[in-house]
Nanobody
């Protein structure tokens, strides 16, 4: 199982970024996927989750209305569209999948929101 994130970077407050997580090594469409983030000195927190078919999503309260999680099962990829970014969104963002009972994490992608 491999999860590879991309799309992070430096963006000004109010800007947008789209993160991608390319999955391989398992039947992607059979598993829910999630995005987490970890800011310096803080615990890793769940940002968003999407069901296997993409019909159900859940979000951290502080990102509701600004972030959108989606997936393309044909491309084995999960996305996180982040709009109206704030300084407090600065963190390393990770995608996660649980295959059976085993959690798998990507290596993370840094998102920095700063003027």
């Amino acid at each position: 199982v491999q999860l590879v994130e991309s799309g992070g970077g430096l963006v000004q407050p109010g800007g947008s970024l789209r993160l991608s997580c390319a999955a391989s090594g398992f039947t992607f469409s059979s598993y829910a996927m999630s995005w987490y983030r970890q800011a310096p000195g803080k615990e890793r927190e769940l940002v968003a989750t999407i069901s296997r078919a993409g019909s159900r999503t859940n979000y951290l309260d502080s990102v509701k209305g600004r972030f959108t999680i989606s997936r393309d099962n044909a491309k084995n990829t999960v996305y996180l569209q982040m709009n109206s970014l704030k300084a407090e969104d600065t963190a390393v963002y990770y995608c996660k999948g649980v295959v059976g009972t085993v959690p798998y994490w990507g290596q993370g992608t840094q998102v920095t929101v700063s003027s």
